[in-house]
């Protein structure tokens, strides 16, 4: 079946993904994606490892990085190829009936105006977040073979502003916790808490 562009159609009750070249049609499990994102130091990584004992049994946790290969990094296109890869591979994921959780930095304009974007159920956005003096001292403190060298950190420092100034005017809004004064448990515990609810 060709899946270049895929199409779900849903005006028949349950979805089906259609093969624009052929027509073939095929029944489809459309779920939600829960997205765990927010700059680099706010604690992602760290929060999933404890997240995925917790949420084996019901959810799928991916660390987004895993893909980040040099077939897939097209800065020229905003990273499409690396972001439509992740959008494809949690959707087939999606058919075994568990819902994905991914782990890694992404906002709304890079993923929902892909044409991947009707695979699923609605994308939820949970970004961590800290105060600019703990995050630069968080990225500082890593090791040396990571590269957060002075212009890296305030380049971050500048994202993470602006991720807290439009969250709530993304499309759709992205929800913020933030973990400036909190331990790794209670975020684990704030972020499973905000899954279960269907990410509200």
């Known amino acids: 079946m060709h899946t270049d562009i895929p199409v779900v159609d849903t005006d028949e009750g349950e979805p089906v993904?259609?093969?624009?070249?052929?027509?073939?049609?095929?029944?489809?499990?459309?779920?939600?994606?829960?997205?765990?994102?927010?700059?680099s130091g706010t604690g992602k990584?760290?929060?999933?490892?404890?997240?995925?004992?917790?949420?084996?049994d019901r959810f799928v946790v991916l660390e987004q990085d895993v893909l980040w290969t040099a077939g897939l990094r097209d800065p020229a296109h905003n990273h499409r190829a690396f972001r439509s890869?992740?959008?494809?591979?949690?959707?087939?994921?999606?058919?075994?009936?568990r819902p994905v959780v991914l782990c890694g930095t992404v906002v709304p304009p890079e993923f929902e105006l892909l044409p991947e974007r009707p695979l699923f159920d609605g994308i939820h956005y949970l970004a961590l977040v800290c105060e600019p003096t703990m995050l630069a001292e968080r990225l500082r403190a890593r090791p040396a073979w990571r590269e957060?060298?002075?212009?890296?950190?305030?380049?971050?420092?500048?994202?993470?502003a602006w991720?807290?100034?439009?969250?709530?005017?993304?499309a759709p809004p992205?929800?913020?916790?933030?973990?400036t004064h909190t331990s790794v448990k209670e975020t684990a515990d704030d972020v499973c808490a905000w899954i279960e609810r269907g990410g509200r």
Request: net charge neutral; charged share 20%.
């Open 148 to 160: 957060w060298d002075e212009p890296r950190i305030a380049e971050m420092l500048d994202y993470a």
């Open 174 to 179: 992205v929800s913020l916790l933030d973990t």
């Open 85 to 97: 890869a992740w959008l494809r591979m949690a959707a087939m994921i999606h058919q075994s009936g």
């Open 45 to 56: 990584s760290t929060v999933a490892r404890l997240l995925l004992p917790r949420l084996a």
């Open 163 to 170: 991720v807290r100034e439009t969250a709530a005017d993304m």
């Open 17 to 39: 993904v259609r093969c624009t070249e052929c027509g073939h049609r095929q029944p489809f499990t459309r779920l939600p994606l829960y997205c765990l994102t927010g700059p």
